[in-house]
């Protein structure tokens, strides 16, 4: 299901059938989920963008979870499974987290993720089907280029450190998320469940650099900065730029990049999924920055 059918020709052509559909507009769900599906998996959301209202994530990331159960359950599915995100647990005051760690998310789609895991335990109940949700950590990998900015600066040795570099970035590696979220749709026991899909490793972000500087063949960042001043500059920032729907050149999001941990305990999917993330940071480091190449990102 996609908002656009001609964006997404390639998956077209792939010989995967397209249909029409948007979690904004509740009424497209019944035709897009049509008849005959055994799981429906659910791994749109609406992310950080500025300008936005606080109710359109609610809509998206919350709301239409609801929503979607209702509808697949209306449709005979037997199980939905509901892309979340370990962004839920906020700063991980004591690494690594479980998924019982308590929930403490940090912003507006932090707070809708919840809100949607919330609305869809209770719909799922309500449906009598089957849910699971899981948290991936940080995606990346080809295709990805929420994380291009780290690469390619590191790689252009232009990257700046803020703060001393010793928090935890756990990432999880495309290939590796698909497979974690392919086991929560098709193992019996994951229904009702929640799992965190990370990475085998959980590197500090100095770690990370250094091996991202190691693959582009660079030294690694030398140039360590205190955070606090850009943390005041990316408020300011927000507050000009918010108001008239501009992405901010800085804000304290991408400020907390550098400032809050997130590692992550992947035990309950590997015992109860069989979840092994088969891609190690090193080689997942080298796939990416090539496909960054391929592009001329780099």
Not at 155 to 177: E, P
Not at 251 to 272: G, H, L, M, P
Request: with cysteine; aromatic share 8%.
């Amino acid at each position: 299901m996609v908002r656009s059918v001609p964006a997404a020709a390639d998956l077209a052509a792939a010989g995967i059938a397209v249909v029409p559909g948007d979690l904004a507009r509740p009424e497209t769900l019944p035709a897009a989920l049509g008849h005959g599906f055994d799981v429906v998996y659910n791994i749109a959301a609406l992310y950080r963008q500025a300008g936005l209202p606080d109710a359109v994530y609610h809509q998206v990331n919350a709301v239409a979870v609801g929503q979607l159960i209702a509808a697949a359950s209306a449709a005979g599915v037997r199980r939905v499974v509901h892309c979340s995100t370990v962004g839920v647990h906020g700063d991980v005051e004591h690494p690594p987290a479980n998924e019982d760690a308590p929930l403490a998310p940090g912003d507006v789609y932090q707070r809708s993720k919840v809100e949607g895991e919330r609305i869809g335990r209770e719909a799922a109940a309500r449906a009598g089907i089957e849910l699971t949700i899981a948290r991936p950590s940080g995606i990346y990998g080809p295709g990805d280029r929420r994380l291009l900015k780290l690469f390619r600066g590191v790689a252009r040795r232009r990257f700046i450190m803020l703060g001393d570099g010793r928090i935890f970035y756990h990432l999880t590696y495309v290939d590796d998320v698909a497979e974690g979220l392919r086991l929560c749709g098709e193992v019996p026991a994951a229904a009702g469940r929640t799992y965190i899909l990370g990475g085998g490793e959980v590197p500090t972000l100095n770690e990370l650099a250094r091996l991202i500087a190691d693959e582009a063949h660079v030294r690694p960042p030398r140039v360590y900065l205190p955070v606090w001043p850009f943390w005041i500059a990316g408020a300011a920032c927000e507050a000009l730029c918010a108001p008239l729907g501009i992405e901010p050149p800085l804000y304290r999001r991408r400020v907390d990049f550098f400032t809050k941990s997130r590692a992550f305990d992947i035990t309950r999917a590997r015992q109860e999924l069989g979840y092994a993330p088969a891609v190690d940071l090193r080689t997942g480091i080298q796939r990416t920055l090539a496909w960054y190449r391929e592009r001329g990102w780099m």
